[in-house]
């Protein structure tokens, strides 16, 4: 799959595959999202085993278990795109976790606008009714 195309393309292709994938990188994971806590935007949808979470309470930064690439990801670490924990939240069942945060950078995707500013989040295309994908208006 083309990741031009994936990332900035108007195709839909959701990877319905994604949480099989998951299953089987062989660590112990919960789904742990990363909200802005002053505005409520949803910016990452990640995984966390014990270490990541561990670790994201210790370092008061958002931290995720990658399983693209079977380590530890401290979100910003190479890009200096922060997300300073302002507070941890686990849910009723306790299978997640949200991190509330603040962006300590110019933004928390890994992908770049048109002017080549990091996205603030990733959820910035919108599917239409047709199947298409848009782009969002920023907010």
Known sequence: MNHHELEEGK????????LA???NCGENLIPAVAQDHDTGEVLIVGYANELALKTALQEKMATFWSTSRNELWIKGKTSGDYLEIVEAR???EQNSVLYRVRP????????????GVARTGCYYRVIEKEGT????EQS
Do not use: E, M, P, R
């Open 104 to 115: 300590k950078g110019q933004g928390a995707c890994h992908t770049k606008d048109k002017d």
């Open 90 to 92: 686990v849910n009723c």
């Open 21 to 23: 994938k998951v299953s």
């Open 133 to 136: 994908l848009s782009f969002a």
């Open 11 to 18: 195709t839909l292709q959701i990877d319905f595959k994604k």
